[in-house]
């Protein structure tokens, strides 16, 4: 039987970092991953990208990953955020978000998700006291008096202190330990393509709010952007079945002229949009971390940054308790994360969830407000820096990790 401080199932891009983390604090680690590492890297596997909030960057820094990803990752330097209806003009009112406002060299930064776990993959190879089992998954998992025993679905057998869920939000291992989730699906899916266009987009990034759903230009390297595109989910099907030509010209009618011509290059993918909240984040010997514990609508593409805050945050409860002696695996150790993160999920996506409700529509009284809202916002400093502060992922409280401290 293999020995383990902490079993990790799933290796994406919430338990990758999470392990790198408690390996990196002196704890051994062994995760298990139901895809072989040569699938995952795959270009084909998951054409999607990511935006990492600054605070999250400080994360991958502490982690040593950052390196390997920074030449593939955009930095943003202004968003701007607008309402209005496909094909017509904008709100006049707007928001504007400016990096050098608030001090920083950039907002965040977008990368495309397979440079982000090749870089976490870089890192992990290594990494001392972490080892990565794939192909594999957890058949059963059994709580016993100190410990955790996992059996994979090839009889191997493997005892820990605690047993860590990060393997997304229709987690199995979450299933089979009964924990239930709070949460209803969206009428709308959401198409993700990169875009080529023909003028720089200068590291702006476009939120435009259409009474389907938001219309999410995110600049990538080079003269590309990828495209993040909610619909309603009776009309997607359509749009994902037009030829080239068809699918630019949606394209160019919802993107408008300020990048010049633009065609889609490459697959395009979609996605059903929906919100869960797990009602519990830990039980004795296990805990929940990323998509598992919560899933939000991707309104202001905050989900793997909220899923980075909760290992930063296990990965300092749980080091804490090892070097004061304590059971990691303990559940009065293992409240004190979900004390810390439940409720900031429970807000986020609360969150996401009223913006997307009032700004997904073409009621007019809700139209006008809105539009006035942003324009109020815009207008005063103090408030457009804190929503600044927000989207970078540096308000509350932040684990060490999001500081950029060893944790």
Request: glycine share 10%; net charge neutral.
């Amino acid at each position: 039987m293999k020995q383990a401080d902490i079993l990790i199932s799933g290796g994406g891009m919430v338990g990758l970092p999470l392990g790198l983390a408690l390996a990196q604090g002196g704890l051994k680690v062994l995760l298990v991953d139901a895809a072989p590492p040569a699938e995952v890297l795959n270009p084909k596997f998951d054409g999607r990208v990511s935006a990492l909030a600054y605070a999250s960057v400080r994360m991958l820094t502490a982690l040593g990953v950052w390196d390997s990803l920074k030449p593939h990752a955009q930095p943003i330097r202004e968003i701007l955020v607008t309402d209005g209806q496909a094909g017509k003009a904008a709100s006049p009112f707007s928001l504007h978000f400016d990096a050098q406002e608030v001090g920083a060299d950039a907002l965040g930064h977008i990368a495309e998700n397979r440079h982000i776990r090749t870089a976490l993959h870089e890192a992990v190879a290594r990494q001392a006291n972490l080892e990565v089992l794939a192909p594999a998954t957890i058949k059963s998992l059994t709580v016993e008096t100190g410990r955790a025993v996992a059996r994979l679905a090839n009889g191997e057998e493997i005892s820990a202190a605690l047993v860590i869920a990060a393997d997304g939000r229709e987690s199995p291992l979450r299933s089979q330990m009964g924990v239930q989730v709070i949460g209803w699906s969206y009428p709308q899916t959401g198409i993700v393509a990169t875009v080529e266009h023909e003028k720089s987009h200068n590291g702006v990034a476009y939120e435009h709010f259409l009474p389907s759903g938001p219309f999410a230009i995110l600049p990538m390297t080079g003269n590309r952007s990828s495209l993040v595109w909610t619909e309603d989910k009776k009309k997607a099907p359509g749009l994902l079945a037009l030829d080239e030509e068809g699918f630019n010209a949606e394209l160019s009618r919802r993107f408008g002229s300020h990048l010049g011509q633009t065609k889609s290059a490459g697959p395009r993918w979609s996605y059903p949009l929906s919100f869960h909240i797990a009602r519990d984040f830990v039980r004795p010997r296990f805990a929940l971390a990323g998509d598992c514990a919560h899933g939000i609508h991707p309104i202001a593409g905050q989900g793997l940054n909220l899923g980075l805050k909760d290992a930063a945050a296990l990965a300092e409860v749980l080091l804490d308790a090892a070097r004061l002696g304590r059971d990691i695996g303990a559940l009065d150790t293992l409240k004190r994360y979900e004390r810390w993160r439940r409720f900031d999920s429970v807000v986020m996506g609360g969150t996401m969830d009223a913006l997307n409700r009032l700004f997904s529509n073409d009621i007019a009284p809700l139209r006008h407000l809105r539009d006035l809202g942003l324009g109020i916002v815009d207008s005063i400093g103090p408030a457009r820096r804190f929503f600044m502060r927000h989207a970078g992922g540096d308000v509350g409280k932040l684990p060490k990790l999001m500081k950029g401290e060893a944790a």
